[in-house]
Every structure is written in C-alpha cells, then in structure tokens.
C-alpha cells in the first residue's frame, strides 16, 4: 500500500484543494452574491466545461486565448479548450440558443475557469467566478446596475473599506486614435500607462514627432485618478470627440450612481486601461483594504455577441471568488457562517428516538448530525468542536430524564435540559443557550 505522504506534489501547481473549512467560507460567499443576483432579476444559467476552441476563440482577445488550456478531442479530431472566462460562453449561448427570448437578457452565473499562468507568479490557475451579464441594452442605467449590484454585495459581505474603481476604455482609444503615432509607439505607451509609469509615458512621448498639446493628453493619462473632478479636469485638454463622448458617458452614470446612494465608494481612473479585449465602454473593478488585487471586474462589450450573429450591446461583470476568501478569510461572521447546529449523542440501545428527533430537528431548518461512532462524552464533545458543531444533544444515560434531553453549548460544556416535547413544537427555537 502507498502512504500518502510518499506521493509527491499531489497536484499541478495552480490549483488547490479545498477542505470543509475554507469550501464552506467559499459557499457562504456564493450564496451572499447569488442572492443579490436574484434581487435584481438575474436568472441562472450554467456554461459547459469543455468548449470547441475555433468556437470559443470567436469571442476572446488575443490575452484570453494565450491562457486557454487546449488539447485534441479523441471522438471528433477538433481541438478542445477548457473556457477561462465565462462572459464569452454566455454570448455564444445567448446567440445561438435564446433567440425565442425577449430583450434584455438578465443572466447571471457561477462557476470555475482555468487560466495558464507563470508558475514562478504563485497565482491560482483556476478562478472561481460569480457574475451577471446584461444583455440588450445600450444604456448608462445599465451600467449604472452593475456598479451599484456590485456595491451591494461587498457592503453586503461586511466590506466598509473598499472601493470601486471606475474608467472608460473609449477616452484613451480616442486620445490614441487621433495622436498619429505609429502602432508600435502606441503598444509601448499603452504598456507604460498600464503600469502607471508616468516617466515611462514621457521618455517615449519625447522620441515621437507628434504636437505638444497630444503629448500633454497623454502625458496626463496615468495622473487622471481620483473623485469627479477629474471629468472636469479631462475635459480641459482632450479635444477629440471619441474621448468627450467617452467623459459624458461616465458623468451620466455617476448622476444614476448618486441616486443609488454609492458615490462614497466610487473613484474615477481615466488611465486604467487594464482588462479584457472585448471591452468597449464603461470599466470597472472593485478593491478592498488589504487586498493588491481585484475582488470584480467587469464593463460594456457592446461586440461580443455579434461575433456569433447576434449584434446586441451588453455590460457585466464577475467576482473573484478566491480573491474575496482571502479577504474575509478571518473574518468572525464569516467563522460563524460555516458553524452547524447540532450533534447528537444517542446514549441508548434503540436508535429509532434519535433518529426521529433528527428528522424533526432538520425539518425546522436546523443542521443536525448523528454521531454514529460509539464513543464517550469527552470525545464526542471533541469532535463536535472540532467540526465548529454549536451544540451537542444528548438522548438517554444519566444527564437528564426519560421524557429529556440535555443540551451542551460546545464552546464552554455549558448545559440545560429540554422536554422531549418541545423539540416537535412548531415555534421551537434556538434559543436555548445555557
């Protein structure tokens, strides 16, 4: 027989497991986001782990199709890809499966994705996302949704030290398209500008033969970061209409965002041109305190859908699932979240009385396990702290009368007895604590 500690590096790097600690933190934060998703009239659908790739590569940028993982279909000779971003499934699916449905289309998702990544990064292959699309509707209230949705769920995860990031993919396109530098002048700028490396932006401007009044449009995109008065500030130099339309388009979501009563949350980034290839509109990404990386991304890709034949405007976004564990790992509510109700003790021969007060107990909607291994108190009150069991119920022995039960309060072997009878009341509670 193997011993498992002799088998080495169980898995790929990139990956993880998951033990009932952490899955059950990574549910509670599901579940906290599904229920908003609902809230606003998004309805589910669930993406294919496998994809053609030919297919697939129709709605993704050249970044998304360097990290796809491939490999050859043995029944058919097509090459495979496991999808590492779920937004283009869902414009493969709208357009070429629900066309019997009426526009917009509210749909929302939750699922895993793997990207290739640089082992010597230690970032995670695979992302667990949680998302919305909304389609069919060329918008700035649409927009607007899907920061305020975003809002929402981190005010309701408990988040009070964040923020949400928002920029315009439109604005430095303009600035770009009517700079006249040549292509590779604008790869190497946008890199700089990507990293905020403001002397970077001007070691290159210097080299190109352009007009002062673009090197000083450009110049100003990695400093362009902060409340609304940085509309106000772009709005004095840029003079190409692409880039004003792109500021108006922001300032009309904002006026919708001030009646959702999130403004406090927002910041403004005009030289965040980060993201996904697809983009064409409004961007954005949420941060919080502690954390170097994006808990959302997500804005407006009004031509994903038509590259399948269905031309429709769209926005969405998705949470980082692992991103937010990693922030709320040590958090007490979150703790708590993954805590079960009871273990019970059966300390007689017949197990009929036990098992029928488990059913009873479960179908009031508390989380009820039996502790079938024959063991004693001590122990048995061991395991049910070590499971993050709030209380142990046991049935018979010398701890209460036939017609009892005896409760404990695991974290201090605080007890009371119960009637029987009450645990098959209707109004019976937990409210019981010693």
Not at 292 to 304: A, K, M
Request: hydrophobic share 40%; glycine share 8%.
């Amino acid at each position: 027989m193997i011993h498992p500690a002799s088998i080495e590096a169980p898995l790929p790097k990139g990956v993880t497991d998951f033990l009932p600690e952490k899955a059950g933190k990574i549910g509670y934060i599901e579940g906290k986001i599904r229920r908003v998703f609902e809230l606003w009239g998004f309805r589910r659908i669930i993406t294919p782990l496998l994809e053609f790739y030919d297919v697939m590569a129709m709605g993704m940028g050249e970044d998304l199709k360097e990290k796809a993982f491939r490999f050859d279909d043995r029944q058919t000779g097509r090459l495979l890809a496991i999808p590492p971003d779920i937004t283009p499934q869902v414009a493969r699916i709208v357009a070429t499966r629900m066309h019997g449905y009426p526009l917009p289309h509210r749909i929302c998702y939750n699922g895993r994705v793997l990207r290739h990544a640089e082992i010597q990064s230690g970032r995670s292959r695979e992302i667990f996302q949680a998302g919305v699309e909304l389609i069919g509707l060329d918008s700035p209230e649409a927009d607007a949704e899907m920061v305020a949705m975003a809002v929402e769920v981190l005010k309701g995860l408990g988040f009070d030290d964040f923020k949400v990031d928002i920029g315009q993919v439109e604005f430095f396109r303009g600035i770009m398209a009517s700079s006249g530098l040549a292509a590779p002048a604008r790869n190497v700028l946008q890199d700089a500008i990507r990293k905020k490396d403001a002397s970077a932006v001007r070691s290159i401007l210097e080299r190109e033969p352009i007009a002062d009044a673009v090197k000083n449009e450009i110049s100003a995109l990695p400093r362009l970061f902060g409340g609304r008065e940085v509309l106000a500030e772009a709005g004095r130099f840029v003079t190409n209409d692409r880039s004003k339309k792109a500021l108006d388009n922001i300032s009309q979501v904002l006026d919708i965002l001030d009646i959702y009563g999130v403004a406090d949350y927002l910041t403004i980034d005009l030289g965040e041109i980060r993201g996904l290839d697809y983009h064409t509109g409004l961007t954005f990404e949420g941060f919080v305190g502690g954390l170097g990386e994006p808990v959302c991304s997500g804005g407006r890709y009004d031509d994903l859908t038509a590259k399948y034949g269905f031309p429709a405007p769209a926005t969405g976004f998705a949470f980082n699932i692992l991103a937010l564990l990693s922030a709320l790992d040590r958090r007490p509510d979150v703790e708590a979240s993954k805590t079960r109700d009871f273990l019970l003790f059966n300390l007689k021969d017949d197990r009929r009385e036990v098992l029928e007060i488990a059913q009873c107990l479960r179908a009031r909607g508390f989380s009820t396990a039996r502790d079938i291994i024959r063991r004693d108190y001590d122990n048995s009150l061991a395991y049910a702290k070590r499971m993050n069991i709030l209380r142990m119920m046991i049935i018979g022995g010398d701890y209460c009368a036939d017609d009892e039960v005896y409760i404990v309060r695991v974290a201090d072997n605080k007890g009371i007895t119960i009637k029987k009878a009450d645990l098959f009341r209707d109004d019976f509670t937990l409210d019981i604590d010693p």
